[in-house]
């Protein structure tokens, strides 16, 4: 592993990085939509199981819209919601390697009433029958690791309905009953802080449209799924920015309690200092972030998230733990 030392910007908002979309679609029932691929020599994993999905094209404004545009042409189907997932790096047949963002989405149709334009076939398939299809390595690990996920969170409402909570998790305020009884389960993040040989920071623009600090300058930063913090810590820098670091070059700096609005879920955003990794940031998750650029602490852009900025000069300081939005 090298230090980066050089600042620069990286992918800027107006280039269209080379990527795919593919779309990882379940039902109720706990059944995944695979889609049988022709068996033709050349094509990418002829005769196997896999997402729908493709390319992104010069008109395809963000990878949403690519998972959306290949979804109806293969298929003729339209979902409501996509919600991203994760990135996959898939090697292609001149030996490189092309990142593509997994998009996860809900559907209870029969595919037999599809119009498929590709392919031989599209079928629903149970998470235990998966290993037993012909397909690739990385998407029986997708649908794994998803099935997984549903399965804690079913769990997850369970506990909060049979504590007397009716709404699933994340959707109810999380505020413990009166007296000061009950357990608030509290949201974990990991955030990378990253200093060039100047001492400038790295963050990144947050896409206009994204669900949480739109426009706003933040952390590289991921949720914890099932797997350690430094684990999710070097996977969210590989997946979001194409940086590799070592959970053993890492170490904990400070920590933010935080709750954005009364009665809302309390998160531990817990920030770590990567001594060493290599790889220049640029831009994989368009829908998320627009660009990274290195900022000097003490000349933050203004649209800083406010616990982003709390925690760089709580570094700064020396100091290891803030709360916010306590009363």
Request: charged content about 25%.
């Amino acid at each position: 592993m090298t230090e980066e030392t050089t600042p620069t910007d990286a992918a800027l908002p107006h280039q269209v990085p080379r990527a795919n979309a593919s779309t990882l679609i379940y039902n109720e029932d706990g059944e995944y939509l695979l889609h049988l691929r022709d068996d033709i020599p050349g094509i990418w994993e002829p005769g196997s199981w896999s997402l729908l999905g493709g390319g992104r094209e010069p008109g395809d404004r963000s990878l949403e819209e690519t998972a959306r545009r290949e979804l109806c042409e293969e298929a003729g189907l339209v979902l409501p919601d996509l919600t991203p997932f994760t990135v996959e790096e898939a090697r292609g047949r001149d030996g490189g390697t092309l990142p593509i963002q997994i998009f996860t989405g809900r559907w209870a149709g029969d595919p037999a009433t599809l119009n498929l334009t590709e392919g031989v076939m599209l079928h629903w398939f149970r998470p235990e029958v998966v290993p037993r299809l012909r397909m690739a390595s990385s998407t029986r690990d997708l649908i794994r690791r998803h099935a997984q996920l549903r399965h804690r969170e079913s769990l997850g409402t369970v506990a909060e309905e049979t504590a007397g909570h009716s709404s699933p998790v994340g959707h109810a305020p999380l505020s413990p009953p009166p007296g000061g009884s009950g357990t608030v389960l509290n949201g974990i993040g990991v955030h990378l802080y990253l200093e060039s040989a100047d001492g400038k920071v790295l963050l990144g623009l947050r896409h206009p449209d994204s669900a949480y600090a739109g426009s706003m300058w933040h952390f590289l930063a991921g949720h914890c799924e099932q797997e350690s913090a430094l684990t999710c810590l070097a996977r969210e820098a590989h997946e979001e920015a194409g940086l590799r670091i070592e959970p053993g070059d890492v170490e904990l700096v400070h920590v933010v309690h935080l709750v954005d609005t009364p009665g809302g879920r309390p998160r531990m955003q817990m920030v770590f200092r990567a001594r060493r990794w290599s790889g220049l940031p640029e831009v994989r998750e368009p829908d998320k972030c627009t660009g990274w650029r290195w900022w000097p602490p003490d000349g933050l852009p203004t649209q800083t998230v406010p616990y982003t900025r709390a925690a760089i000069e709580g570094i700064r300081a020396g100091r290891r733990y803030t709360e916010m939005g306590w009363s």
